[in-house]
């Protein structure tokens, strides 16, 4: 019984081996009966040389090279490269190294932003950071990793950038609507060099919208330094945990003193506890609605927060009061 069904098995797999290779054959195609057949030169296959070959002809590059963390490669920190860190990267050079041409070797620059960042993925997935879990409109929309990151180091460009001054630069070159909103009188420090982008975006991926870092786990990177806005509070206002600093605060500037998304503390407030005279059959408002001694005409209820001082959770008054 054992028997015949791995004989029925094994006849299955040939079955399949006959129709695999009956594709392969139908796949090819028509051979042209009017050429005459010429003898087919045989490809060379692609061969690794070595760096010290790529050297001979480029010495600056490789002595550049040396400078950067990538010299690990050179070294055997990725095993099976080491003595080819230039290969690593530009492939089998041997046809090249023969030729001397720009055809017979692969450069990154010509690549497809994907094609670049699989090249470097071979080596940089899965890292602790979110490196190599690329999930970010970067990669969806295609900025290679090489448009932020220069690996030969040309005109003194690093690898890797961490002058606050210098990612506030290479990021403005493409996101220059929300560099200018850090013209704006109200914002974070950097156009002073205090700050910089990746204090609150990881360029390469997050858990949470718009890359915006995480801290503590899966709360908002804002956090990390705004520590005292977290709580827990006894008495919360639902939407910091909910939709976050940015249902009310623009982090990028505003014309608002307290870099609230409106100039007016009120209309903010107002977006989800408005006291207009709702009919009935009208949804609630979101945040409900305050009691009827607020007289919104009246200065003296126009600023919520000198009332409500407490807006980002209380621990005593459930009104935030306090
Ligand atoms: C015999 C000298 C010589 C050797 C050896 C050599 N190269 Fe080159 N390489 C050149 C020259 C010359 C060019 C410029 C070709 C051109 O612009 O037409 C070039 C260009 C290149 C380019 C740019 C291609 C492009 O599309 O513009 C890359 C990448 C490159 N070499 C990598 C390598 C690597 C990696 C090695 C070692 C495996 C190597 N080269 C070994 C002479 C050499
Ligand atoms: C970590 C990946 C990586 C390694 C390792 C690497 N290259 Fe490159 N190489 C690139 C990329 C990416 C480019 C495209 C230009 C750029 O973004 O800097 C490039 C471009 C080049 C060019 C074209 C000229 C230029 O400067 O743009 C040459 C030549 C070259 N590499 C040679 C080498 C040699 C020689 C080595 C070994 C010493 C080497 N590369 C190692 C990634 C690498
Ligand atoms: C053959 C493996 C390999 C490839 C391919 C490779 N890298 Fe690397 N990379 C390394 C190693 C090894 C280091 C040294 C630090 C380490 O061990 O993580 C490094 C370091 C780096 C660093 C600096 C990290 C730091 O903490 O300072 C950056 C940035 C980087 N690589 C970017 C790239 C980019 C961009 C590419 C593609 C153009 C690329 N790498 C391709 C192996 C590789
Ligand atoms: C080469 C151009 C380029 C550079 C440089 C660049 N970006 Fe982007 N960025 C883009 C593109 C394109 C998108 C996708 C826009 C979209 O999806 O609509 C994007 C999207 C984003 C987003 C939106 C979130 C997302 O995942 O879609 C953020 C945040 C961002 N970039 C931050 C940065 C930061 C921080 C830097 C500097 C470290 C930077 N970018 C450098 C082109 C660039
Ligand atoms: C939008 C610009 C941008 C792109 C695209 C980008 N990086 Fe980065 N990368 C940075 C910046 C800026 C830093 C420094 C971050 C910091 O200082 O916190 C960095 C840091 C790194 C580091 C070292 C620190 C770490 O987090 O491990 C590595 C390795 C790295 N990048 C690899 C890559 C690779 C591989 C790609 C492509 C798959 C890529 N990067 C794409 C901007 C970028
Ligand atoms: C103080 C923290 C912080 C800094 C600094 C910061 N961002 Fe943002 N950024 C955010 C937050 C939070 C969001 C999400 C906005 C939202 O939810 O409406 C965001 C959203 C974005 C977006 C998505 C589109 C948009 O405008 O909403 C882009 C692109 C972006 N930031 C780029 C940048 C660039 C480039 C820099 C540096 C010049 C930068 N950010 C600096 C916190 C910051
Ligand atoms: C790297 C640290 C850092 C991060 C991350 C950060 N901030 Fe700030 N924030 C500051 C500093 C420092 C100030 C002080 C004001 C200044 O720079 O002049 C500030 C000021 C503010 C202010 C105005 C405070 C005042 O006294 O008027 C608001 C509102 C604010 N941040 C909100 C946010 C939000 C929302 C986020 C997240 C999207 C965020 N911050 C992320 C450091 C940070
Ligand atoms: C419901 C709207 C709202 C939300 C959500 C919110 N804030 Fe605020 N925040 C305000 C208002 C209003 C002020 C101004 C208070 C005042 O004028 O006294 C303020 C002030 C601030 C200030 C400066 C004054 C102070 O109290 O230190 C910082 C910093 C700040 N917020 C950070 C944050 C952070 C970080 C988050 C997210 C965790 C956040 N805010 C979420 C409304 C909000
Ligand atoms: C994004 C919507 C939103 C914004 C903006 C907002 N709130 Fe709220 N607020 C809520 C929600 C939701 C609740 C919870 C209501 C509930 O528990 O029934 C709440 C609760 C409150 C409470 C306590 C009410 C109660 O029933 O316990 C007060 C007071 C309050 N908000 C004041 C403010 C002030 C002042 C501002 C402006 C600085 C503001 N809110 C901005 C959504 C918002
Ligand atoms: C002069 C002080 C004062 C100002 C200014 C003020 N409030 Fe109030 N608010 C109160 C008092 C008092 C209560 C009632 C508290 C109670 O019932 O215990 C209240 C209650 C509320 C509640 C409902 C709490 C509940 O129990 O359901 C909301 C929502 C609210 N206020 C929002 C606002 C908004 C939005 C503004 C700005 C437009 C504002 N308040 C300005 C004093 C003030």
Redesign the pocket.
């Known amino acids: 019984m054992l028997n015949s069904s791995l004989t029925g098995l094994s006849r299955a797999a040939a079955g399949i081996v006959l129709m695999a290779s009956c594709l392969t054959i139908s796949a090819q195609p028509p051979a042209k009966s009017a050429e005459p057949a010429k003898p087919a030169e045989p490809a060379k296959a692609l061969e690794y040389v070595g760096?010290e070959t790529?050297?001979a002809c480029?010495e600056e590059?490789?002595n550049n090279?040396q400078k950067t963390p990538?010299s690990a490669?050179e070294t055997g920190a990725r095993r099976g490269w080491d003595q080819k860190?230039?290969e690593?990267?530009?492939g089998p050079g041997s046809k090249h190294a023969e030729s001397a041409s720009a055809d017979d070797i692969k450069?990154?620059?010509k690549l497809a932003p994907g094609q670049?960042d699989r090249?470097?993925l071979q080596c940089h997935l899965n890292q602790n950071t979110p490196v190599g879990r690329l999930a970010s409109g970067h990669a969806k929309d295609q900025v290679a990793c090489?448009s932020c990151h220069?690996?030969?180091g040309?005109g003194g460009a690093k690898l890797v950038i961490h002058n606050k001054t210098e990612i506030n630069q290479k990021c403005s070159t493409c996101h220059l609507t929300q560099w200018a909103s850090f013209n704006r009188p109200y914002k974070h420090r950097l156009p002073e060099g205090a700050m910089s982008c990746v204090d609150c975006h990881n360029p390469h991926a997050s858990f949470r919208d718009d890359t915006v870092r995480t801290a503590f786990g899966n709360e908002p990177g804002c956090l990390q330094c705004h520590s005292d806005k977290r709580g827990p509070f006894v008495y919360e206002h639902p939407v910091l945990r909910l939709e976050g600093c940015t249902a009310c605060h623009d982090p990028h500037g505003s014309a608002n003193p307290r870099m609230l998304t409106r100039h007016e503390v009120r209309l903010v407030c107002l977006e989800c506890h408005a006291n207009l005279p709702i009919p009935v059959a009208q949804p609630p408002s979101l945040g409900g609605v305050p009691p009827a001694l607020h007289d919104l005409r009246s200065p003296r209820f126009q600023n919520c927060t000198i009332c409500h001082t407490k807006v980002h959770g209380s621990n005593v008054d459930r009104t935030f009061f306090r």
């Open positions: 760096s790529c050297k480029h590059i490789f090279l990538h490669i860190s230039c690593s990267c530009h450069n990154p620059a670049v090249t470097c090489t220069s690996v030969h040309a």
